[in-house]
């Protein structure tokens, strides 16, 4: 977990603060282990659920690998053109909703205890 620290308060002020934020609030979850991978902080539990994705200009993207899987009641996630991560993206701390993104998050996580993942491949 000391990794993701030092990634963490190593990113631009903005971009630290709101990682520091989500980091928190995910790795808070039960049955949550994070790893550095591919360069960025990603959150498991049987597999991966999503990671936190520096984006240029200064935001933050919280990206749910499973995105196009979950139902999003409230319109919370972007597919941007993936065809199956989607996610929301963060231009401050304030922007930050744990209300809305809770349900999400929740919902991510049961689909990772229930339903395998596996990969759709084309006939």
Known sequence: ????????EDQPRQ????MMLLHSYISS????QAKI?????FYFQNSWICYLN?????????AFLRGRELVDEG??????GRKMVKGVTYQN???VSFESL???????????ENVPYSVKKKK
């Open 1 to 8: 977990m000391d990794d993701i620290i030092t990634y963490i």
């Open 15 to 18: 971009q630290m603060q709101i």
């Open 29 to 32: 979850l039960p049955n949550i």
């Open 37 to 41: 991978r591919y360069k960025i902080p």
């Open 54 to 62: 520096p984006v240029k200009g200064g935001d933050v993207e919280l």
């Open 75 to 80: 319109g919370l996630l972007s597919a941007n």
């Open 93 to 95: 701390v304030e922007d």
């Open 102 to 112: 809770e349900p999400v998050l929740l919902e991510a996580l049961i689909l990772d």
